[in-house]
């Protein structure tokens, strides 16, 4: 059961990931303009894993700091849902993604600065009016495409449906102590679940698709068990940490 | 596809009582995404309180061979400056 630590490092982990997958399209998105879009947001993202590890260093009282936490766990460490791990080199999936995810995190920030934690509280006070911007993009590009040619309609539609087996993880409350619930200071993942699943469908509709009729993945990336490419993720953001470590500008 | 997104023109305000300033253009498929890559573009750094864009093709523009009739003739015409006058104290940005 994650206590503090785990809850913030798994939320951490969801950022981090995500933005290091978000750069993967830094000088190969559509155009010049997205491409400045798409990192701006994964730098966005980047910010909130930032204070989070940071936070949860100190919870942890280990002495390990955001880079340690960053470069220097393993795989199976990682808390993250399965959702922000694997490869989005399809602008369609990339957006699925990000209007899943991003709807995900407006919803938790927004309970979550009022959490009992004032860090914790502090963190989402000011991620919350990022996110909200990333689930505007994600939006926007959404009912572009699907409302588009028959061509973007049927590629943001195949986005759509590999993406939603792997929002279920985004709900589950097992991985969490629920005290950390009762005491204010955590959002309890299902709580979250009807407003983002309304604010998700509302897009949906607007950009003409069909919600997904699809069978939930098996995903236990908050147990530490990853798809297998993660490591791979891993191996690239880690490589320059570990090869030189304690190496700075 | 990439190609055929039309170009805006960008206009900044910086602040409350200024105006808006034309700061760069970009491409973007419509009015709405070139307003948010407006955003992205041209107003990281605190740049700005207030944005619009306005499709390149819409603005007429003067012609650099026009140069000499168009404004030349302003040049010789100095009691068109407000220069004679003796500014009252207290007013700074007559």
Not at chain 1, 89 to 115: H, K, N, P
Not at chain 1, 230 to 246: D, I, K, N, T, W
Request: proline share 3%; glycine share 6%.
């Amino acid at each position: 059961m994650a206590g503090l630590f785990g809850y913030t490092l798994a939320l951490a982990d969801d950022a981090l990931i995500s933005a290091q997958r978000m750069s993967w399209w830094i000088s190969r998105a559509p155009q010049l303009e997205e491409d400045v879009a798409l990192a701006n947001i994964g730098l966005d993202q980047l910010g909130q894993a930032r204070l989070l590890l940071a936070y949860a260093g100190e919870v942890e009282a280990a002495g390990r700091g955001e880079d340690d936490l960053a470069y220097l766990r393993d795989e199976r460490e990682f808390r993250n849902v399965c959702l922000v791990e694997r490869e989005q080199t399809d602008f369609g999936v990339t957006m699925a993604r990000l209007l899943i995810f991003s709807a995900w995190q407006c919803e938790l920030y927004a309970a979550l600065s009022r959490s009992a934690d004032a860090t914790l509280a502090g963190v989402a006070g000011k991620a919350v009016k990022e996110v909200a911007y990333h689930l505007d993009h994600a939006s926007r590009w959404v009912v572009r495409l699907g409302d588009g040619t028959d061509v973007s309609h049927q590629r943001m539609q195949a986005g759509l449906d590999a993406e939603w087996p792997w929002a279920a993880e985004l709900f589950d409350d097992a991985f969490l102590d629920t005290g950390l619930v009762d005491s204010g200071v955590a959002a309890l993942p299902s709580s979250l679940r009807d407003a983002v699943d309304a604010g998700v469908s509302a897009v949906i509709d607007e950009a003409t698709l069909t919600r997904p009729d699809v069978a939930t993945h098996y995903s236990a990336g908050r147990d530490g068990r990853h798809t297998e490419q993660l490591g791979f993720l891993l191996a690239e953001m880690q490589h320059l940490a570990r090869s030189h470590p304690g190496a700075t500008w | 596809m990439s190609r055929d997104w039309p170009l805006w023109e960008v206009f900044v305000r910086s602040r409350r009582g200024l105006s808006h300033v034309h700061v760069g253009s970009l491409h973007a498929p419509d009015a709405e995404m070139a307003l948010r890559n407006a955003r992205d573009l041209y107003t990281r750094r605190q740049e700005g309180v207030s944005l619009w864009v306005v499709p390149a093709s819409a603005i007429a523009a003067s012609s650099p061979d026009e140069k000499d009739s168009f404004f030349d003739p302003a040049a010789d015409k100095v009691y068109r400056h407000p220069t004679f006058y003796d500014v009252p104290e207290g007013v700074d940005h007559l």
